[in-house]
């Protein structure tokens, strides 16, 4: 009875050791990522798309401009693609209920999103899941997406996006912020 038992905790070790960060791991983490203040203003962002195997397909660029107003933010984009296509999203933040001191949580919304986000903000960085309506082929399918983004200076934020379809990889965008 006793070589299952060791042979289930060796496994739990194994799988906890290997799963990935926590927001809370980074609430220590300087410079601090503060919403209202960074989405705050024109920003520019430059980024690019890359397919499952990691070949880059499309670059962007994007002017981002945040605003707060009795404390709900909003953020305006509007991305320019490398091959001529524009994209519009208004994104909508309004802070809720944390549960904890290290963690700052908003709800997050935009037209061309699935349902509502909760964005967790901790130390530097800001990690955020959600379902985006893509225009693929002439129709627009549901693409999964779990944001980490990093303030690595008072006014850069980099950021890595996951993007998966029924629990598969398809590609992921890697994107840095200027403000």
């Given at each position: 009875?006793?070589?299952?038992r060791l042979l289930l905790l060796?496994?739990?070790l194994v799988c906890s050791a290997c799963s990935a960060p926590g927001i809370e791991d980074y609430a220590d983490n300087t410079p601090r990522f503060v919403a209202e203040d960074f989405f705050s203003g024109p920003m520019k962002?430059?980024?690019l798309v890359k397919d499952r195997g990691g070949n880059v397909t499309r670059r962007f660029v994007?002017?981002?401009?945040?605003?707060?107003e009795n404390g709900r933010g909003q953020l305006r984009e509007k991305f320019e693609f490398d091959d001529g296509e524009i994209q519009y999203r208004t994104w909508q933040l309004?802070?809720?209920d944390s549960g904890t001191q290290s963690v700052r949580k908003y709800t997050a919304s935009a037209g061309d999103v699935v349902g509502t986000s909760i964005m967790s903000v901790a130390?530097?960085?800001v990690f955020m899941q959600y379902t985006l309506q893509v225009?693929?082929?002439g129709r627009t399918i549901n693409v999964n997406v779990d944001d980490q983004m990093f303030l690595v200076a008072p006014n850069v934020l980099i950021a890595e996006s996951q993007l998966s379809k029924w629990?598969?990889?398809v590609g992921e965008i890697q994107l840095t912020i200027v403000k």
């Open positions: 009875m006793k070589k299952p060796a496994i739990a962002a430059y980024g994007a002017e981002i401009n945040g605003s707060w309004v802070p809720a130390g530097n960085a225009p693929y082929k629990g598969f990889n």
